[in-house]
């Protein structure tokens, strides 16, 4: 008899190569010579930026934080039993805070097997990576140091007869543009074969007082988030830019149902970036788009489903409908595919 291998219990990928170490140039050089200038805010995320939004999580104004996890304690174990999933993949898992929740859940409705971390620092995967295995027994983790926008053919694959969960949290599925958005979701869709599940959290309409308030506090925490974007830039790209030379604007876009966020300059000025060889102009309150955060009705999710291929299987919000965790799943037409 050939004895048995154990398989490791922690497994981590590493996708991120040179290229994608150029990610930050290539984007700055296309928005900032645009005749509207914008950037990624997947950029805003340094390790200054990321202390400025655990600040940001803890304000009086934002609420999608604290409410969406609410509504995750509440549905996680009816989630788990709909679903019956044995394997969680997590897009964008940072400390995996959420995974604790949903794996709990998906213990005392059965088992689970696998949980798949995809995330852009290695530090938060291993270390979120050894505190779940040490917690849930026999738990196996698969991390993935990437870019959930272009690694997600990169999972491994799904095993046989274990349903897959994937989740999409903290409404940031409303970064993307519209266009954007759907074929994101269609990539998703075909991740999860004919059994599984996608479970999506998303940003709500309401009183526009209330998201503008959200995204532009009375202590400046959100101000300076958006400021550190251009140290980002000085440190990266040996840039010069003046962060108190810009004012931060958020502001509800009700035709789009989105919040923006920018950079406005506050005088006539010109900027050198050296990695890139580029002086960048800007005129007297000229402004840069720095974010977008799509808001949703129940419609406007079930509509960006149905064109990826997925219907609605569950609809979580809290009691004021601030925010609304989805759970959806392959359509009847796309599973007989």
């Not at 299987?313 to 809290?318: E, I, K, S, V």
Request: hydrophobic share 45%; charged share 30%; glycine share 8%.
């Amino acid at each position: 008899m050939e004895p048995v291998l154990e398989r490791p219990r922690i497994v981590i990928d590493a996708l991120l190569a040179d290229h994608d170490q150029r990610t930050l140039a290539e984007d700055v050089l296309d928005g900032l010579t645009r005749p509207f200038k914008e950037l990624p805010p997947k950029h805003f995320y340094d390790a200054r930026g990321s202390e400025l939004f655990d600040e940001i999580c803890e304000l009086p104004e934002y609420y999608p934080t604290r409410v969406e996890r609410a509504i995750l304690e509440a549905s996680a174990p009816e989630i788990a039993s709909i679903t019956g999933a044995t394997e969680l993949v997590e897009l964008g898992s940072g400390a995996a805070t959420k995974a604790r929740v949903l794996l709990a859940a998906m213990g005392q409705a059965g088992a689970w097997r696998r949980y798949v971390p995809v995330d852009v620092s290695e530090t938060a995967l291993r270390a979120s990576a050894a505190e779940l295995v040490a917690d849930f027994p026999e738990l196996e983790v698969h991390g993935l140091v990437g870019d959930f926008e272009r690694h997600l053919d990169r999972l491994p694959d799904a095993e046989p007869a274990s349903p897959r969960l994937i989740s999409f949290l903290g409404g940031t599925i409303g970064n993307f543009l519209p266009g954007a958005r759907r074929r994101f979701l269609r990539g998703i869709t075909l991740l999860l074969g004919s059994d599984g599940w996608l479970l999506l959290g998303t940003d709500l309409v309401k009183d526009e007082r209330v998201l503008e308030a959200a995204y532009d506090d009375a202590a400046g925490v959100t101000a300076a988030f958006n400021r550190n974007l251009l140290s980002v830039l000085n440190r990266e790209l040996d840039a010069d830019f003046d962060p108190a030379a810009f004012d931060h604007v958020a502001f509800f876009d009700a035709d789009n149902s989105w919040i923006e966020m920018r950079l406005r300059s506050r005088r006539r000025q010109q900027v050198r970036i050296g990695g890139l060889g580029l002086t960048v102009h800007f005129a007297p309150r000229e402004e840069m788009r720095t974010e977008i955060s799509a808001k949703f009705t129940r419609a406007r999710i079930e509509a960006d489903l149905a064109v990826a291929g997925l219907e609605l299987a569950g609809w979580f919000t809290d009691p004021e409908e601030l925010f609304a965790l989805t759970l959806a799943r392959p359509s009847a037409g796309w599973r007989e595919r």
